[in-house]
């Protein structure tokens, strides 16, 4: 008799969990083979192209209970062979990407704390750098309401380089603080976004520790998108002022422009431009900076994937005007085919004696969907650098500038429970 009780107490609150709270699993493996022959710059003389498979390996948990929910994601990070066979150690590529609550006060109101992707808009200012294998996520705090068709979110950042008795200087390359506000309304063919963003970053002075301080820029800017039909328009509108990690006056600014069109069920083709602004022969002068920097985006998806520009690079540089053509071919239910021409220049003047003109890259991606959960791309790049782009990386040995990548992205759900209605 009481084995009968407890067993339908048992199922009584398992009863009661399953129609309450949903857990999920799910995993992603994701290996990409590249062959770098002038990926991210110009390939210089007497060195062999670097050819190699990293992987990423991703598990995560997601749980929702009606006022709460929670998220945990483990990733792995490797290269194929960086560590040997019957190892006892790994090479530390294990972390956490993801580990974060969200407390649900009301439908419209809510918060999300800890360690997560932060992304806005199209990833211009804040993205989640998907393509890298590491990916982005800020340990934050954030305060939403989303009501009908506004949303806004509140956020804040700070960080250390861990706990102590005494001072509070960050010496691990990331940013010290972190707070912005960002604005998003709906209308029926119209979507307008505002960003404000505050950045401090961690000044120190080895002469004199006493001068240590965080030095703050502000980004301020809209994301805007007007639909119509088989017509797309997209434009980004940001400015930056304050100061930069070097107590530069910081005035700079990024314009953006890009219209796509449905020509029919199986093309859609874009043109588009973008302008950041940038220094005068390629540096600060006279304690002001005019470079802008697009800060926490997903820099991957814009100005060529070959990343020659603002992908830990060609920052505080002479800038960048990227002028474009593109076009996604949809061959069949599961396939098609991505095409973009990319004209640059610097926005100033790189010398007196020479152009402004950088170069011509295009890139070619083919995917193929072949089920749900596997993805196949491959892909291929070429730059034909100018003048004025093997001046900047000082490298005028005339080479071929090509990449090409293999990738297989597998994310399987592992787990799942469906939400019941109790009787």
Request: charged residues 20%; hydrophobic residues 35%.
């Amino acid at each position: 008799m009481k084995k009968s009780i407890l067993i339908l107490l048992i199922l009584t609150v398992f009863t009661t969990i399953e129609s309450k709270a949903q857990l999920t699993v799910d995993a992603e493996l994701r290996p990409r083979f590249e062959y770098r022959h002038g990926y991210k710059t110009l390939f210089p003389n007497n060195v062999d192209a670097a050819t190699f498979v990293s992987q990423r390996t991703r598990l995560n948990t997601g749980f929702k209970l009606k006022k709460l929910g929670f998220y945990l994601s483990f990733q792995d990070v490797r290269v194929w062979g960086d560590v040997p066979q019957l190892n006892t150690a790994d090479k530390n590529g294990l972390s956490v990407h993801q580990a974060w609550a969200k407390v649900i006060f009301t439908s419209d109101f809510s918060t999300k704390i800890g360690r997560q992707e932060i992304v806005y808009d199209d990833h211009r200012i804040m993205g989640n750098v998907g393509w890298a294998q590491q990916a982005r996520s800020h340990d934050a705090a954030k305060i939403s309401f989303h009501k009908n068709n506004f949303k806004a979110d509140i956020g804040y950042a700070f960080n250390q380089n861990g706990e102590s008795l005494t001072g509070h200087e960050l010496n691990i390359n990331t940013y010290k603080s972190l707070l912005y506000a960002w604005l998003h309304k709906d209308w029926t063919d119209f979507e307008a976004s505002i960003l404000l963003l505050n950045n401090g970053l961690q000044y120190l002075n080895e002469d004199d520790p006493s001068k240590n301080e965080t030095r703050y820029s502000q980004t301020i800017g809209s994301h805007l998108t007007f639909k119509k039909e088989k017509l797309k328009v997209a434009a980004n509108l940001y400015y930056q002022f304050g100061k930069d990690v070097t107590n530069n006056d910081l005035s700079a600014y990024l314009l953006g422009l890009e219209t796509n069109y449905k020509a029919s069920n199986l093309i859609m083709l874009g043109l588009g431009g973008e302008l950041q602004s940038g220094n005068e022969n390629g540096a600060p002068s006279n304690g002001e900076n005019k470079a802008f920097t697009p800060l926490y985006g997903t820099n991957h998806k814009f100005n060529g994937f070959m990343d020659y520009f603002y992908v830990g690079n060609h920052n505080n540089s002479v800038g960048l005007i990227d002028l474009y053509a593109k076009a996604n071919v949809k061959m069949n239910s599961k396939a098609n085919i991505n095409l973009a021409v990319h004209n640059f220049f610097s926005d100033v003047n790189i010398s007196n004696t020479v152009s402004n003109q950088l170069g011509t890259e295009v890139d070619l991606v083919f995917s193929y969907q072949y089920i749900k959960e596997v993805n196949f791309k491959a892909g291929y790049s070429q730059m034909f650098a100018s003048e004025g782009l093997e001046s900047l990386k000082n490298n005028f040995d005339n080479n071929t500038n090509n990449w090409g990548w293999l990738m297989v992205t597998i994310n399987p759900t592992l787990f799942k429970t469906e939400i019941t209605k109790t009787n």
